[in-house]
């Protein structure tokens, strides 16, 4: 399934949830949310691919979780606090799984947010554009 683009596709390193996301990656935030019961977690850890079995994922989803690549899970449909949960499941804080997805370690990223967080300086949308600026204060588009 090829995603249309949207306004906010080329804002650096960012995978916005919106509803087509959200639908792409259903079965794999189900998967994920599935993680909070001991039992899953037990099930998942004895038998990683076994376990994906249960849900209808595509295979670069498959791949991603079995990986543990988290920035492509989020690309792929994955909501962050969905996600969490596998991190969890591996003993991951959020934190640390934060400092992953952004290339850093868990010291300079907790240096990073502590200091104020991430500049806004390049890692704005490099069109400019938003919805709102598009509209008019009616809510409707302009042009």
């Known amino acids: 399934m090829t995603r249309a683009p ?32 001991a039992e899953n977690r037990k099930a998942f850890k ?5 376990y994906l079995d249960r849900f209808p994922l595509t295979p670069e989803q498959r791949d991603a979780v079995l990986n543990r690549q988290y920035n492509k899970i989020l ?29 850093s370690t868990q010291e300079d990223y907790a240096k990073m947010m502590l200091a104020g967080g991430r500049s806004i300086e390049g890692n704005r949308s490099k069109s400019g554009g938003s919805r709102r600026s598009k509209r008019s204060k009616s809510g409707k588009k302009r042009g």
């Open 75 to 103: 690309e792929l449909g994955g909501n962050i606090y969905f996600a969490s949960k596998l991190g969890a499941t591996d003993g991951h804080s959020f934190q640390h799984l934060a400092a992953v997805m952004t290339g």
């Open 6 to 37: 949207h306004d906010y596709d080329d804002i650096p390193g960012t995978f916005v949830f919106d509803a087509e996301r959200s639908r792409e990656g259903y079965h794999l935030n189900m998967f994920c949310m599935s993680l909070m019961k």
């Open 46 to 50: 004895e038998d990683e691919a076994k």
